[in-house]
């Protein structure tokens, strides 16, 4: 989950903010990331902004990947950041589109995710912000209820019954502490409980 997470946030930047350095548009395809950190372009090997077309439509700019065959589309405002703006595509490769990322002008941004393709979102997460006091919260069954936050370099905490906990690990299984007793637990489809006894 950490690394889920991680690299969400990552991934938001390495969508989102890094083209703030996309300020010309050419019709034909390209690689987007030319004027981006080196350690930018090897973060993003794949990622289809490398061979995209970029166009300026009204008051966006709009992107969209040279191949026919991904699914996906960002769509900023004209500010040097791109920000307030929306980003959709299809993270799971099915060819289906099934995450929607909206950022606002503060880097706050939400994303809801529709895992299996049905057209039902499964789950949404927040961020507050991309410094290192940002906070990342997901809810991972759409009940309203958030289950994970994470703060980057810091623990994961786990909501089981409304109470958030540090996650612990401890010979490679979780636990949470409640009342100083360390008490096994679970993810079941991202959704934290108590192990019962066996
Ligand atoms: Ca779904
Ligand atoms: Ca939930």
Redesign the pocket.
Known sequence: MKTKITWFLIGFVLSWLTWSGVVSFRLRPRDYTQSWPAYLQEETQHHWIRNAKGQRLGNFRVFTPADASITAIHIQTLTADGLPGVSIEDDNEDGSLDSILVADSAYHHFSMTDKNADGVFDSHDYTTGIDENSISYS?????????TRFCVGRMLHV?IDSQWYDLIHKDKKPYVDINGKLTPVKAVE??WRILEEE
């Open positions: 809810d991972n069954n759409m009940d309203g209820q958030y289950d909501a991202g959704v």
